[in-house]
């Protein structure tokens, strides 16, 4: 029984992940029709993990509302619009288009709650930004002068400030304007910032996959070790 | 307690009403404030604009119901540039919410400029798998989708007939608010098959993208409703992105000022007072 459980996974792992590594860097039909066939079963299964997303989902609220947990008025909603949406789409418009009820209810009841929630966030990071730029240390300052320059500089008002200094004062000219400034921030510092973590991606990436393919890596096999 | 240690507890909710008047105030007088075009949504706009009429162009709506306001000006400009000059374009996505974002757009453009399904434009739709549906599109689009939207074949759909995998694509504009699928539109629709892109993305993903546009992966980046609203002034007109910037301007000065009182009072609080002399 070990065998089904530890190592044929592991064989058939290591195989097709090193079959399919070649496929993707070789021009041969008969690896590229495997690709190709390997590329449609991740797509339905991706179809399949969308069904157990919302299986998943409904259980977890069943459970709340079973056990009458904080809140669990909100899974009951969850259910209600679930089903709701579920009926609109598939039993009464199998084509959904704009005009019809499941388009509706997106544009006037699921964009404009989402779109209010996520603006809440100026409110907040507002908020936070108050307390906690703050010039405490020397990191802290640099962050703090780097982040006042984005924010006047990628704004229009940034740029017309910047104008206005340089026609009054004409020695700070020889000192670049704002949105300079914030565009030199964002394509240097920030951008080497994001590389070196872009890289540090995909060297993990690599380094994980191949203790995968190697059967070094179990963990997603279950069981931990 | 002095009054810059009042100022440095100020209650949360005061802030939120200094920003709620900043950012109502503009929008109610109406002001307006220049827009400065940068490089970066240059590139897109030259790209799409040295497109022969008639050119295909994939545009993949990758983006939430809630970076719309942020979002939606922005590819109304780019769409109307691209409708504008008489390019064909489809679309796709690879989130669930682009379905009726991508359809709400092309309705809109439909009327606009009075375009027809299936000839001037094809929405294909969601399918889940981020890369994979990219590799799909590339290795074969008809087989990847079957149906597109609107319950069609997609081998029959007339816009569709000499267009067979993302190669065959003029150009792409990708709009996103997230990395859906690890950036796979540029590791597989840009470096497996070719396609030249354009990103569209919110402000807060603008940064990332930087090290695409350096590599010369991407073409531009029109990044938030600061890049719509330069969008906006390159195709010569006013929408809500040049509007909303006002608002947005004035939000930012508010923060900055309410952090520069943050950092006064966190100075002067800290300094002790002076030793009243003794005897």
Same mark, same amino acid.
């Given at each position: 029984?070990?065998?089904? *459980?530890?190592?044929?996974?592991?064989?058939?792992?290591? %195989? %097709?992940?090193?079959?399919?590594?070649?496929?993707?860097?070789?021009?041969?039909?008969?690896?590229?029709?495997?690709?190709?066939?390997?590329?449609?079963?991740?797509?339905?299964?991706?179809?399949?993990?969308?069904?157990?997303?919302?299986?998943?989902?409904?259980?977890?609220?069943?459970? *709340?509302? *079973?056990?009458?947990?904080?809140?669990?008025?909100?899974?009951?909603?969850?259910?209600?619009?679930?089903?709701?949406?579920?009926?609109?789409?598939?039993?009464?418009?199998?084509?959904?288009?704009?005009?019809?009820?499941?388009?509706?209810?997106? *544009?006037?009841?699921?964009?404009?709650?989402?779109?209010?929630?996520?603006?809440?966030? +100026?409110?907040?990071?507002? $908020? +936070?930004?108050?307390?906690?730029?703050?010039?405490?240390?020397?990191?802290?300052?640099?962050?703090?002068?780097?982040?006042?320059?984005?924010?006047?500089?990628?704004?229009?008002?940034?740029?017309?400030? $910047?104008?206005?200094?340089?026609?009054?004062?004409?020695?700070?000219?020889?000192?670049?304007?704002?949105?300079?400034? +914030?565009?030199?921030?964002?394509?240097?510092?920030?951008?080497?910032?994001?590389?070196?973590?872009?890289?540090?991606?995909?060297?993990?990436?690599?380094?994980? $996959?191949?203790?995968?393919?190697?059967?070094?890596?179990?963990?997603?096999?279950?069981?931990?070790? | 307690?002095?009054?810059?240690?009042? &100022?440095?507890?100020?209650?949360?909710?005061?802030?939120?009403?200094?920003?709620?008047?900043?950012?109502?105030?503009?929008?109610?007088?109406?002001?307006?404030?220049?827009?400065?075009?940068?490089?970066?949504?240059?590139?897109?706009?030259?790209?799409?604009?040295? #497109?022969?009429?008639?050119?295909?162009?994939?545009?993949?709506?990758?983006?939430?119901?809630?970076?719309?306001?942020?979002?939606?000006?922005?590819?109304?400009?780019?769409?109307?540039?691209?409708?504008?000059?008489?390019? =064909?374009?489809?679309?796709?996505?690879?989130?669930?919410?682009?379905?009726?974002?991508?359809?709400?757009?092309?309705?809109?453009?439909?009327?606009?400029?009075?375009?027809?399904?299936?000839?001037?434009?094809?929405?294909?739709?969601? =399918?889940?798998?981020?890369?994979?549906?990219?590799?799909?599109?590339?290795?074969?689009?008809?087989?990847?989708?079957?149906?597109?939207?609107?319950?069609?074949?997609?081998?029959?759909?007339?816009?569709?007939?000499?267009?067979?995998?993302?190669?065959?694509?003029?150009?792409?504009?990708? #709009?996103?608010?997230?990395?859906?699928?690890?950036?796979?539109?540029?590791?597989?629709?840009?470096?497996?098959?070719?396609?030249?892109?354009?990103?569209?993305?919110?402000?807060?993903?603008?940064?990332?993208?930087?090290?695409?546009?350096?590599?010369?992966?991407?073409?531009?980046?029109?990044?938030?409703?600061?890049?719509?609203?330069?969008?906006?002034?390159?195709?010569?007109?006013?929408?809500?992105?040049?509007?909303?910037?006002?608002?947005?301007?004035?939000?930012?000065?508010?923060? &900055?000022?309410?952090? #520069?009182?943050?950092?006064?009072?966190?100075?002067?609080? =800290?300094?002790?007072?002076? =030793?009243?002399?003794?005897?």
């Amino acid at each position: 029984m070990g065998f089904f *459980k530890r190592q044929l996974p592991m064989i058939i792992v290591s %195989v %097709v992940g090193f079959l399919m590594i070649v496929s993707y860097f070789s021009p041969a039909p008969f690896l590229q029709g495997m690709f190709t066939g390997a590329n449609e079963w991740v797509q339905i299964i991706a179809n399949f993990a969308l069904v157990i997303g919302v299986f998943s989902l409904m259980r977890a609220h069943y459970i *709340k509302i *079973k056990r009458k947990e904080a809140g669990y008025g909100y899974s009951i909603v969850m259910y209600i619009c679930l089903i709701f949406m579920t009926f609109v789409g598939l039993a009464l418009e199998r084509n959904i288009k704009s005009g019809g009820v499941f388009m509706w209810m997106f *544009k006037w009841v699921n964009t404009p709650l989402t779109m209010t929630t996520f603006s809440l966030l +100026a409110f907040y990071i507002a $908020s +936070a930004a108050y307390r906690a730029f703050r010039a405490r240390t020397f990191d802290a300052t640099v962050m703090l002068v780097g982040a006042l320059i984005l924010m006047i500089g990628r704004v229009p008002l940034g740029a017309m400030l $910047s104008d206005f200094v340089h026609q009054q004062i004409t020695v700070t000219q020889i000192i670049p304007g704002l949105p300079e400034m +914030a565009g030199w921030l964002l394509s240097v510092p920030a951008m080497a910032a994001r590389r070196a973590i872009f890289l540090g991606l995909a060297v993990g990436i690599v380094a994980t $996959s191949l203790r995968i393919l190697f059967g070094i890596e179990r963990t997603y096999m279950g069981g931990g070790d | 307690m002095n009054i810059w240690e009042r &100022i440095l507890q100020i209650d949360r909710r005061y802030i939120f009403l200094l920003i709620g008047i900043s950012g109502a105030i503009p929008i109610i007088m109406s002001f307006s404030l220049p827009t400065f075009v940068t490089p970066e949504v240059r590139g897109v706009y030259n790209a799409i604009d040295a #497109l022969p009429e008639g050119a295909m162009v994939l545009v993949s709506f990758d983006y939430e119901p809630s970076a719309m306001p942020e979002m939606d000006p922005m590819a109304k400009a780019i769409l109307r540039h691209i409708f504008g000059r008489g390019l =064909k374009v489809v679309g796709v996505t690879l989130i669930p919410y682009g379905t009726g974002i991508g359809e709400e757009l092309f309705v809109a453009m439909e009327r606009e400029f009075n375009l027809k399904q299936g000839v001037d434009y094809d929405f294909l739709g969601y =399918k889940p798998g981020y890369q994979a549906v990219v590799l799909g599109l590339g290795q074969d689009l008809k087989g990847s989708f079957p149906k597109n939207f609107y319950e069609q074949d997609t081998r029959t759909v007339p816009i569709l007939k000499d267009i067979n995998s993302l190669r065959d694509f003029d150009y792409m504009m990708w #709009l996103h608010d997230d990395a859906y699928g690890g950036y796979g539109w540029i590791i597989y629709g840009r470096q497996n098959y070719g396609i030249d892109i354009g990103s569209g993305c919110t402000a807060i993903l603008a940064t990332g993208m930087y090290p695409f546009l350096q590599a010369e992966q991407v073409t531009g980046i029109v990044g938030g409703l600061k890049g719509a609203a330069e969008y906006e002034k390159l195709m010569g007109y006013t929408g809500s992105a040049r509007l909303g910037m006002v608002a947005q301007s004035s939000i930012h000065v508010m923060i &900055i000022g309410l952090i #520069l009182l943050g950092n006064i009072a966190f100075i002067l609080s =800290k300094r002790k007072p002076k =030793k009243e002399p003794s005897g």
